[in-house]
């Protein structure tokens, strides 16, 4: 998953490989049983995150449930909702959470009993046999190992958080029965992704907060997942070799060259804007003149199908049924979702349009089903009456038993056992213990640790982050500017970092890194961090005669880096902005920069 590869591949390492990313947190329903909960990188009035998110947290606030924010940048979430914000360096936040632990654990706040019950590795008694002596979590907290006690003086220097707001964040955290922390999908955007929400796990973990009404596994969807709405069968892709996605630019430029599995000569490129979402898209622009057919299938013309020697349009959702279900199943309801015109002009269905091609290629039985089979096919063992469905709109489904992940686990050890190899929590994985480099990407200790990779230079002094617009969905309707005013595209900077370039609030700026090169208006806010600067991501990439993009896409200053989980890591980025005349779009980017 481009969006969340990093709390995937955690989920499976801490808690299992047998529950969905999207039923592994708690249901909104339980936030108002929380004493505590910290939003760390989280933003639900921005992204969502669920039908009536937003709602549930406010109506936990209303009912005396203290929310702290941690995040670079004072989102619409934090003013809404948040008591306190904690500003932190992008791309930082496992080092924090493993000083809040390393506060807790000497402080006493741990919950011993639950981690003897429930948790692997954080202590030498609960390590598995095979892992090294002193591999324990709490012996890396001690810097027992590696010399560097993890205390928050050594993660204020990392953060940029002051380490006696780690200090008494932590105490907070570890005092406060029960507490949640709700992770975002940005943190782990980073170059060592998975570390963040393993920490945070871990930090969950500590505090015997997993699994219990009120606590949190640290996961942010629901516990319900699809509500058991099924989808598409999945068939065998003949071809075993995989390639990371934020590698595509990488990929497609040197082929077997670099090591990769092969020469990229056709792409078919449907449901999807991946050439825009995708980090590096200058480097992909330019590495497509190394493919000898690309075929677009789609809604618009997107930055994707532009490059198309064919273009097959497909039709929206209002062209055709479907059935609907909310993020991570929060409410328990599907929609159905009626066509509500023909299909204009020649838009087919994509399955439509697959079905032909497949014929066309002697694939025989490849679609055997009418789309409202399909659905009826989907829906079954969960909706019993279809037809009662189709007319009435809307399903209800029953709530899960419990509104928190995990809780028969810990409820009952004996009969629900983690579905890790220990059958636990697992704060030391068993499966990187035996093998720390799975993807071949990099190795991934077996405790959550901090890695250093925070790379600021002279040219590139600031750290930059992309965040959600209310305006789209990452690139979807990145093209309608009614939409688009709603929230409109700007890069935020700190007053401090402004005047020393000499920018001014609203005047267009150059935004340059090592990879490309965008421009956009300016915002000069105390509502980001310090050295840092925010663009929203997904608007689409549109560069000018010399290779300026000139609409504010993100992902031409992003780097095509991959975490070593497989994750994007659009967060770990670093950039410069300076003033610029812009000058007419056509006119190429010879204007003068400040």
């Avoid at 199908?305 to 599907?334: K, M």
């Avoid at 029953?398 to 009969?415: G, L, T």
């Amino acid at each position: 998953s481009m969006s969340c590869e990093a709390e995937i591949f955690s989920i499976r390492e801490t808690y299992g490989p047998d529950i969905s990313y999207k039923a592994a947190g708690r249901e909104p329903t339980d936030y108002i049983n929380s004493k505590l909960i910290l939003m760390w990188g989280w933003s639900p009035a921005d992204g969502t995150f669920g039908t009536g998110t937003p709602q549930y947290l406010k109506h936990a606030k209303e009912n005396g449930v203290r929310i702290v924010s941690v995040d670079p940048r004072r989102q619409r979430s934090s003013k809404m909702l948040a008591d306190e914000h904690i500003f932190i360096r992008p791309s930082t936040d496992a080092a924090a959470l493993i000083a809040m632990a390393w506060v807790i654990v000497s402080e006493g706040l741990h919950d011993q009993a639950y981690l003897d019950t429930y948790v692997q590795g954080f202590d030498e008694a609960t390590l598995p046999a095979g892992a090294p002596s002193g591999g324990s979590y709490r012996a890396y907290l001690m810097g027992e190992a590696d010399g560097i006690v993890k205390t928050p003086e050594w993660a204020a220097e990392i953060t940029g958080i002051p380490a006696e707001t780690i200090r008494r964040l932590a105490i907070e955290f570890g005092s406060t029965k029960p507490a949640a922390i709700q992770c975002g999908y940005a943190p782990g955007r980073t170059l060592h992704g998975e570390q963040f929400h393993r920490a945070a796990y871990a930090l969950a973990a500590i505090t015997g907060n997993v699994g219990v009404a009120g606590g949190s596994s640290g996961v942010s969807n629901g516990a319900t997942g699809r509500s058991g709405v099924k989808s598409l069968p999945g068939g065998k892709n003949p071809v075993d070799s995989q390639v990371s996605t934020p590698l595509l630019a990488d990929f497609l430029e040197k082929g077997t060259a670099g090591g990769y599995p092969a020469d990229i000569k056709l792409i078919y490129a449907m449901c999807g804007d991946i050439f825009n979402q995708c980090p590096n898209a200058p480097k992909i622009a330019k590495a497509l003149d190394n493919v000898e057919f690309i075929v677009g299938q789609d809604h618009f013309l997107t930055p994707t199908t532009r490059h198309a020697d064919i273009v097959l349009p497909a039709t929206t959702f209002w062209e055709r049924n479907d059935v609907h279900t909310p993020w991570a199943g929060a409410g328990h309801y599907s929609i159905f979702m009626r066509q509500a015109i023909e299909p204009m002009y020649e838009c087919r269905n994509d399955m439509d349009i697959l079905a032909d091609l497949a014929g066309r290629v002697g694939i025989e039985g490849f679609n055997d089903k009418s789309e409202l089979d399909w659905l009826r096919e989907f829906t079954g063992g969960v909706v019993d009456d279809f037809d009662a469905f189709m007319a009435e709109g809307v399903a209800r489904h029953p709530a899960p038993e419990d509104a928190v992940a995990f809780a028969k686990q810990i409820r009952d050890p004996d009969k629900h056992k983690f579905a890790t190899p220990s059958g636990k929590i697992e704060i030391y994985s068993t499966g990187l213990g035996k093998n720390p480099n799975p993807f071949g990407l990099g190795e991934i200790s077996a405790i959550p640790k901090w890695v250093p990779h925070i790379e600021t230079s002279d040219a590139f002094p600031l750290s930059m982050l992309s965040a959600k617009s209310r305006a789209r969905t990452h690139s979807i309707h990145g093209n309608q500017e009614k939409l688009n005013r709603v929230d409109p595209d700007d890069i935020w900077i700190h007053p401090v970092d402004a005047a020393a370039r000499g920018i001014q609030d609203g005047q267009p700026v150059k935004v340059m890194s090592a990879y490309g090169a965008t421009i956009l208006p300016v915002r000069v806010t105390e509502d980001i961090a310090h050295g840092c600067v925010s663009m929203k991501e997904g608007r689409w990439y549109k560069p000018d005669a010399d290779g300026v993009d000139r609409e504010g896409c993100a992902n031409s200053v992003t780097g095509d880096l991959s975490a070593a989980c497989g994750a994007t890591t659009y967060n770990t980025a670093f950039v410069e902005v300076r003033p610029v005349n812009p000058g007419p779009a056509d006119a190429g980017s010879g204007a003068a920069t400040g």
